[in-house]
């Protein structure tokens, strides 16, 4: 599950090829530059933008995302939120269980 942080992360954001990725767009930043899914502008701290993946190709990436510092717009930590959405999805559920 996605809040368990006792299990292991998955290999992929473990990988060189990741880490390359991350750190090529992370170079290329410029702060106030657009979330890549909210479109609202991202600012420093650096630490907390996701490089988010294409989710139609898992080994290509659609930039950097707002992860674990919400947006100062919406509100939201937009990489995440897609992350759980999609998994939602492969599980064949739509609804959330929480309340925000």
């Known amino acids: ?3 368990d942080r006792s299990a292991p992360v998955p290999r992929v954001y473990r990988s060189l090829q990741h880490k390359q990725a991350r ?3 992370l170079a290329a930043y410029e702060p106030g530059d657009p979330c890549c899914l909210c479109g609202h502008p991202m600012w420093p701290p650096t630490s907390a933008l996701h ?3 294409n989710p139609h190709d898992p080994t290509s990436y659609r930039g950097l995302a ?3 510092r919400p947006c100062e717009v ?3 930590r937009c990489n995440v939120l897609d992350g759980a959405k999609r998994g939602r999805a492969r599980q064949g ?3 959330r269980r929480w309340k925000l």
């Open 23 to 25: 750190a090529a767009m």
């Open 1 to 3: 599950m996605a809040w």
């Open 93 to 95: 559920r739509t609804e």
């Open 51 to 53: 490089a988010d993946h």
């Open 74 to 76: 919406c509100g939201k």
């Open 66 to 68: 707002h992860g674990t």
